[in-house]
């Protein structure tokens, strides 16, 4: 599977969320890095994939409790 980068326009918005978000990113199957730049007026995630689908990071970030569009 090719290696692809991901970006989503999130409401992951503090330092608090983001800890909030990391076990599943970290722990999820096919992501090699990812951030958050909370910095960003549009909370922008970044994930690298080594095989994880941009529907994939999606439901994990809902199952979370917050809100992510890819950015197009």
């Known amino acids: 599977m090719e290696n692809k980068a991901f970006q989503f326009k999130t409401n992951i ?3 608090g969320c ?5 076990p ?3 722990n999820a ?4 890095e990812w951030n958050v730049d ?3 007026q549009d909370k922008i995630l970044t ?6 689908t941009e529907e994939q990071v999606l439901d994990i970030i809902k ?4 809100n ?3 950015m197009v």
């Not at 199957?29 to 090699?32: E, F, K, P």
Request: hydrophobic residues 40%; glycine residues 10%.
């Open 13 to 15: 918005n503090c330092s």
């Open 18 to 22: 983001v800890a909030a978000v990391k």
């Open 24 to 26: 599943q990113l970290d």
């Open 29 to 32: 199957s096919g992501i090699s």
């Open 38 to 40: 909370i910095a960003n």
């Open 47 to 52: 994930v690298k994939s080594e095989g994880i």
């Open 63 to 66: 199952k979370t409790g917050f």
């Open 68 to 70: 992510a569009e890819p």
